[in-house]
């Protein structure tokens, strides 16, 4: 059996806390099958999640919502969020990828836990992963700072979750997957 539950929310930092306490219904809707650890991580998700759509997407300026579609089957947990932006660069491209750069892997950022990566999976796909390591980190500029943030909200969602994917739909618009699976 699979159930579908959509969330929908104005692209501003003020709806934050909205976000969180609709994360926490969520977590005590699927505590039947999730830990109650992943319940609390759920939270830390979305929050991350919400954050980085708002700051560093492109989502507000097109005046749109952010979507998050929640997926409860066997065992899984699946979130789908849709955004606007220019996606990720690859070398000097951004999606659809030339074939060529399907299964290359490129380094996103780096904090202090570690770095983030994402490969190229087609030509409009790509999957984030994390390594971990403690290392001295510290931002300097502005721009720095920024991505420091952006890149810590990614390791994050890419720690707590199974399998972190974006996908790109068309005239701007792309699909975060986010996938949990209960055991």
Not at 4 to 28: N, S, T, W, Y
Not at 44 to 55: P, R, T
Not at 63 to 68: I, T
Request: charged share 25%.
């Amino acid at each position: 059996m699979q159930e579908i539950i959509r969330f929908h929310i104005p692209c501003r930092l003020d709806f934050h806390k909205m976000v969180e306490d609709f994360a926490e219904i969520i977590g005590k809707y699927i505590r039947s099958i999730a830990s109650e650890e992943f319940t609390e991580d759920l939270k830390i998700v979305m929050s991350d999640v919400f954050q980085n759509i708002v700051n560093y997407s492109n989502t507000a300026a097109q005046n749109e919502l952010v979507r998050f579609q929640f997926e409860l089957g066997y065992q899984l947990f699946l979130i789908s969020i849709y955004d606007y932006g220019p996606g990720f660069k690859a070398d000097q491209f951004f999606p659809p990828y030339p074939k060529e750069y399907i299964g290359k892997s490129y380094e996103l950022c780096t904090t202090e836990n570690g770095e983030v990566k994402f490969t190229v999976i087609d030509p409009v796909t790509i999957q984030f992963s994390f390594s971990e390591n403690n290392q001295n980190y510290e931002p300097h500029s502005e721009d720095e700072k920024n991505a420091y943030m952006r890149c810590k909200n990614l390791f994050r969602i890419t720690k707590m979750m199974d399998a972190v994917s974006y996908s790109y739909i068309g005239h701007g618009k792309y699909d975060w997957k986010l996938i949990k699976h209960f055991k």
